[in-house]
């Protein structure tokens, strides 16, 4: 998990699982305590463009 | 303008961030598309089995296919500031992202999800010109690059006077911008790039640009740019 970073400050993300298939996460999220914001993860995929650009 | 230029805007645009069902069907095409291309471009560069690569603008995930194949020992991602492309590039990859071999993500180049120094490789085809901000994402590309690592940044159309009523056609429709190939090597410079080398392929008008990532930023001033 240390290649993936926080778009914004580049820092290390924590991964929360919320439903999981074998080894892959289906839903969830990575969460930088540096920024407090929460990154999802929706249909496996991580979603990590900055907050200004989330949908 | 006349309906077919009106659609064909509409395809142009399309390509830069495709969404709904006629954008899904674009990040498909694309993947047939923009093949020759990619193919062309990647010879120009050298890619070795455990590789870290990182294509921005993977659109429907065929580029990230053909490295995952060569990085073999290596990963490869892909990143798309679309929905629906990250979508079709994953449904691409799905054996390779199963095999853990490929990363999908939703991301953009403005601030890439990386931390320094990790890629050997980074490629955007047909991606450039979409960039928001192109020397400082450039320079944020060069960040996530290894010491020695390679940005190649592929494309079916450079300035050039033979294509110029084409290109700015297409420019036009899609709000983009696009570079001669001294231009190419000013923008790679800017961004702190060394070892530019610009391969073209003048009766198509395609440009391979490829710069390196230093171990020493301060040779830059005294490396003279050659071979274009």
Redesign the interface.
């Given at each position: 998990m240390q290649i993936l970073a926080c778009p914004v400050c580049k820092g290390e993300l924590q991964l929360n699982v919320d439903k999981e298939e074998g080894e892959e996460i289906i839903t969830g999220s990575l969460y930088c305590p540096k920024c407090q914001y929460s990154y999802p993860i929706v249909d496996t995929i991580p979603n990590l463009l900055p907050p200004s650009e989330q949908s | 303008m006349g309906p077919i230029e009106k659609l064909m805007g509409k395809m142009v645009k399309q390509c830069r961030k495709p969404t709904g069902g006629f954008g899904r069907l674009i990040a498909r095409s694309m993947n047939y598309g923009h093949s020759k291309v990619t193919r062309w471009g990647l010879s120009q560069v050298s890619i070795n089995e455990e590789d870290m690569i990182l294509d921005i603008g993977c659109g429907g995930g065929k580029t990230v296919n053909t490295l995952a194949k060569t990085a073999t020992e290596g990963k490869t991602y892909g990143?798309d500031?679309s929905?629906i492309s990250?979508?079709v590039a994953?449904k691409t990859n799905k054996r390779f992202?199963?095999a853990g071999r490929v990363e999908?993500?939703?991301?953009?180049v403005?601030?890439?999800?990386?931390?320094?120094g990790?890629f050997d490789l980074v490629t955007a085809v047909e991606a450039y010109y979409f960039f928001p901000d192109l020397i400082n994402n450039l320079k944020e590309i060069r960040r996530v690059l290894k010491s020695g690592g390679t940005i190649a940044l592929i494309n079916e159309a450079y300035r050039h006077d033979k294509f110029e009523k084409r290109n700015a056609k297409w420019a036009r429709m899609g709000e983009f911008d696009y570079h001669s190939p001294e231009e190419f090597r000013k923008v790679l410079k800017d961004a702190g790039f060394s070892s530019i080398k610009i391969h073209t392929l003048e009766d198509k008008n395609w440009i391979t640009a490829i710069g390196r990532k230093d171990e020493d930023s301060n040779n830059l001033h005294f490396n003279t740019s050659r071979q274009y």
């Amino acid at each position: 998990m240390q290649i993936l970073a926080c778009p914004v400050c580049k820092g290390e993300l924590q991964l929360n699982v919320d439903k999981e298939e074998g080894e892959e996460i289906i839903t969830g999220s990575l969460y930088c305590p540096k920024c407090q914001y929460s990154y999802p993860i929706v249909d496996t995929i991580p979603n990590l463009l900055p907050p200004s650009e989330q949908s | 303008m006349g309906p077919i230029e009106k659609l064909m805007g509409k395809m142009v645009k399309q390509c830069r961030k495709p969404t709904g069902g006629f954008g899904r069907l674009i990040a498909r095409s694309m993947n047939y598309g923009h093949s020759k291309v990619t193919r062309w471009g990647l010879s120009q560069v050298s890619i070795n089995e455990e590789d870290m690569i990182l294509d921005i603008g993977c659109g429907g995930g065929k580029t990230v296919n053909t490295l995952a194949k060569t990085a073999t020992e290596g990963k490869t991602y892909g990143i798309d500031y679309s929905e629906i492309s990250v979508a079709v590039a994953s449904k691409t990859n799905k054996r390779f992202l199963d095999a853990g071999r490929v990363e999908i993500l939703l991301g953009s180049v403005e601030s890439l999800p990386f931390s320094d120094g990790f890629f050997d490789l980074v490629t955007a085809v047909e991606a450039y010109y979409f960039f928001p901000d192109l020397i400082n994402n450039l320079k944020e590309i060069r960040r996530v690059l290894k010491s020695g690592g390679t940005i190649a940044l592929i494309n079916e159309a450079y300035r050039h006077d033979k294509f110029e009523k084409r290109n700015a056609k297409w420019a036009r429709m899609g709000e983009f911008d696009y570079h001669s190939p001294e231009e190419f090597r000013k923008v790679l410079k800017d961004a702190g790039f060394s070892s530019i080398k610009i391969h073209t392929l003048e009766d198509k008008n395609w440009i391979t640009a490829i710069g390196r990532k230093d171990e020493d930023s301060n040779n830059l001033h005294f490396n003279t740019s050659r071979q274009y």
